[in-house]
């Protein structure tokens, strides 16, 4: 039997096959409005280059959930080519948004190579980029969907969720932009919100709600049996990452946490602002969001003195037990199936990376 990474690997790489053609579909509908080949080429390089190299959780999530909501353990090629479709579709998404906010951000690099706006001669080009990578999203959709019934609901759904996840990115951008830090902006509440609608929604509600609409599965009271689970567990995975950020290895997640540094507004200094003495509030506002490693040892050390450590670990277990309790209880009657946030769960808990 092939090992669990070489599974992974094979399925990683016939996602990554199938995006060929999803390109050449693109290139197609450019060439039908007579762009110049210097233009068709420029696309094609600005899509490969923000689409195929991050981990494509999201995207490959379409094709397992489907297999699941059908029962089959191999897809057809026409049913893994739609389903790729939809997956391929999250990715270029995820690609509009990480190019916008590498320019918001003045960030240096993504994915371990430079941002897309600081390669040679791209710059302020890459807003227009970002934009017909978002748009090339509904081009797919009318090539490979428009005869089906459920066709404008996938729209609306990629719509939504888009406007969903921009929402959630306006309230981080005005509670904690990198160069004015005020704590007294912060909050759970805030945090809650931010990380539901700039995370949950699209990275773990909108890849499963695609493969029910394809799979015929897409009830209203299907979808929100879905929704009710997978926005919390899409919320405990970013609170989970806020904690790697602080708390993880380093060697084992691959990065060195900035999150102090950079005056996130994540769930560990919200925690500890919760909880703080007025000394120890002091040091945070003294010195969260300072570039030096001095304040960063000062602002861990108050973490560490309020045990928000513990904290995160009561939290985890605490949110896992209650998704587990709404798992056991979904209602399987009308073709939804508990495997498909038991999958989901069972990626996240106790992660390490």
Not at 26 to 31: A, N, S, V, W
Not at 300 to 324: C, G, H, M, P, T
Request: one cysteine or more; hydrophobic letters at 40%.
């Amino acid at each position: 039997m092939a090992s669990k990474s070489a599974i992974t690997g094979a399925k990683k790489d016939k996602f990554i096959a199938a995006f060929d053609s999803l390109v050449d579909d693109l290139l197609d509908i450019l060439k039908s409005y007579n762009i110049s080949p210097e233009a068709t080429a420029w696309f094609k390089e600005s899509v490969f280059y923000n689409a195929v190299g991050g981990k494509l959780n999201r995207g490959i999530s379409v094709v397992d959930t489907y297999a699941i909501l059908t029962g089959k353990d191999e897809l057809s090629d026409a049913e893994y080519k739609r389903c790729a479709v939809l997956g391929w579709g999250i990715e270029l998404l995820q690609a509009f948004f990480l190019v916008s906010d590498d320019i918001m951000d003045s960030s240096k690099t993504r994915r371990g190579q430079p941002c897309w706006y600081l390669q040679p001669k791209v710059g302020m080009i890459a807003i227009n980029d970002a934009f017909m990578m978002e748009t090339s999203i509904y081009m797919l959709l009318k090539k490979h969907f428009r005869q089906e019934p459920y066709y404008i609901d996938l729209i609306e759904l990629f719509q939504e969720t888009t406007f969903q996840t921009e929402l959630g990115q306006l309230l981080d951008l005005i509670t904690a932009p990198e160069d004015d830090v005020d704590l007294s902006k912060f909050s759970l509440a805030k945090h809650s919100f931010i990380v539901i609608y700039k995370t949950a929604f699209y990275s773990f509600y909108l890849p499963v709600a695609l493969a029910m609409y394809m799979a015929g599965v897409s009830s209203e009271a299907d979808l929100k049996q879905a929704k009710d689970v997978l926005i919390p567990l899409g919320e405990y995975f970013q609170i989970q990452d806020d904690y790697l950020d602080c708390y993880g290895d380093p060697e084992v997640i691959g990065k060195i946490g900035t999150d102090i540094m950079d005056n996130k507004c994540s769930w560990i200094i919200n925690k500890a602002l919760q909880k703080a003495s007025p000394a120890q509030r002091k040091v945070l506002d003294d010195n969260y969001g300072q570039k030096n490693a001095e304040a960063e040892a000062r602002v861990k050390a108050v973490f560490r003195e309020l045990d928000i450590k513990q904290d995160y670990l009561a939290y985890e277990e605490d949110v896992v037990s209650r998704l587990r309790e709404q798992i056991a209880a979904v209602d399987e009657s009308r073709g939804f199936k508990g495997e498909v946030l038991t999958a989901f769960l069972s990626k996240i808990y106790k992660r390490q990376k």
